[in-house]
């Protein structure tokens, strides 16, 4: 059964679907390509609500990945060693240093940022920091003297998180 909301939603997120949307749209709700376009058209809540989120969730991705590439992401994690992994990437180079204890890491992943940021191009202007070493003092204030921009999240990863498993069972 529709109401004015889902109806009005229907009108509204239209014009953004393309091609292909229908058929992610099916198997989601687990029933074919035609079943799933015919339950958006008639207005079936469910269909409208998975279809804005199809909708949302790509408007997020593309902003996320461009982003992601105008960008230097610096990443930290524990390895599966209890080792300190910083791993820097831009422009599809990735650049890591694996430090033995969080004591180190505070001490030394600030001039390992430093001497990576003297290489980034100009033409990126911001830095995403999606952990901890984000927050430290030594590493904002390197950030600041390069004059970029300082973003505490992203949310596509993929890449570095693929490195830092690799690298995490080698050691």
Do not use: W
Request: proline share 1%; glycine share 4%.
């Amino acid at each position: 059964m529709e109401n004015s909301n889902t109806v009005r939603l229907n009108e509204q997120i239209e014009s953004k679907i393309r091609r292909g949307d229908f058929i992610t749209l099916g198997k989601i709700l687990g029933v074919e390509q035609n079943t799933a376009r015919m339950q958006f058209k008639r207005g079936k809540e469910i269909a409208i609500t998975v279809m804005n989120d199809i909708l949302e969730n790509r408007e997020d991705f593309e902003a996320n990945y461009a982003l992601r590439e105008k960008a230097v992401i610096i990443d930290c994690v524990i390895t599966n060693g209890l080792k300190f992994l910083v791993v820097i990437q831009y422009e599809g180079k990735q650049e890591f240093r694996l430090y033995e204890n969080a004591q180190l890491m505070d001490m030394m992943a600030a001039e390992f940022i430093s001497d990576v940021l003297k290489e980034v191009p100009a033409t990126i202007k911001l830095v995403i920091t999606d952990c901890s070493i984000g927050f430290l003092p030594k590493v904002v204030s390197i950030i600041r003297k390069f004059g970029f921009k300082h973003s505490f999240k992203h949310s596509s990863s993929v890449k570095i998180e693929a490195l830092i498993n690799r690298l995490s069972t080698r050691n």
